[in-house]
């Protein structure tokens, strides 16, 4: 992952890679509270998601994730976004 220089106050890395023959991008921006990871094929947002974790205490926490904006309907969105956001948690991105 190459992880930008701090140019600008909020800390980011990027990536760039092939998913089933379609460059994926993704953004993944760090604030002081939350992040804000954008992966896009389209070179656009679309669906917009929320993943907030869940108070409690676990040792390991679990994450609630919600559509903001767009496709309702599509569960698998929901999954890959729980697991992008695990994997951030974990990594410490």
Do not use: W
């Not at 600008?8 to 993704?26: A, Q, R």
């Not at 040792?59 to 994997?87: H, W, Y």
């Amino acid at each position: 992952m190459d992880i930008s220089t701090p140019t600008f106050p909020v800390h980011h890395s990027t990536l760039s890679l092939d998913i089933e023959g379609h460059k994926t991008e993704i953004i993944i921006s760090s604030y002081e509270d939350h992040f804000l990871v954008i992966v896009t094929q389209i070179g656009s947002m679309g669906t917009i998601l929320h993943a907030r974790k869940e108070e409690g205490v676990s040792i390991n926490p679990t994450f609630n994730v919600s559509v903001t904006f767009g496709k309702r309907d599509e569960p698998m969105l929901v999954a890959c976004a729980r697991q992008l956001i695990e994997f951030i948690r974990y990594k410490s991105i």
